[in-house]
């Protein structure tokens, strides 16, 4: 049965069809399950990603809710969880993501690193509190999140998803 984009964009919307398009290489096949970009649970791909970007504005709308302003400075080296480091990690190679997937002109790279990016943190997220009992814990963990966001507010944007806040 032949469907056009449009149909599969009007269908599953276009964050959706964007997003699950780029999660392959243009030269390689794609079967692409509309039941599956339909659904709003972490089995999809863009609504998995998305809901990592709204949780980190919910962490901060949480914090300014408490009174949490996160300061100019924090001590980074209280970020020693295992789980902490990999996000770092993965922040740090960012650029390298982006560069790559410009000069080879492969931007399934990008979804790739969104997609991993995405369950590394709710895999933290699930585990540990951002807006922890210490002071000095909690503004290293919000500076942390707020690179987190920064990057998937931009990643998101380079592939001309929407980053929604609130889900």
């Known amino acids: 049965q032949f469907e056009t984009l449009r149909d599969v964009m009007d269908e599953v919307g276009k964050d959706?069809?964007?997003f699950i398009f780029l999660t392959r290489r243009s030269d390689a096949p794609l079967d692409f399950d509309l039941e599956l970009a339909r659904r709003q649970s972490s089995e999809n791909p863009v609504y998995y990603v998305q809901y990592a970007f709204a949780r980190l504005c919910?962490?901060?709308?949480?914090?300014?809710?408490?009174?949490?302003?996160?300061?100019?400075?924090a001590d980074f080296s209280?970020?020693?969880?295992?789980?902490?480091?990999?996000?770092?990690?993965?922040?740090?190679v960012y650029p390298d993501v982006v560069?790559?997937?410009a000069y080879?002109?492969?931007?399934?790279?990008?979804?790739y690193y969104l997609t991993d990016l995405a369950a590394t943190f709710h895999a933290y997220y699930n585990k540990h509190r951002i807006l922890a009992d210490e002071a000095d814990l909690t503004q290293a963990r919000l500076h942390l999140a707020?690179?987190?966001?920064?990057?998937?507010?931009?990643?998101?944007g380079l592939l001309s998803v929407s980053a929604p806040e609130r889900m």
């Open 16 to 18: 959706a069809a964007r």
């Open 58 to 73: 919910s962490v901060f709308r949480t914090a300014a809710e408490r009174g949490v302003a996160m300061e100019q400075r």
């Open 78 to 92: 209280l970020l020693k969880l295992e789980e902490e480091l990999a996000l770092i990690k993965r922040l740090a």
């Open 99 to 101: 560069e790559g997937a």
């Open 104 to 111: 080879y002109l492969e931007p399934h790279r990008l979804s």
């Open 146 to 156: 707020a690179a987190l966001r920064l990057v998937f507010a931009n990643a998101l």
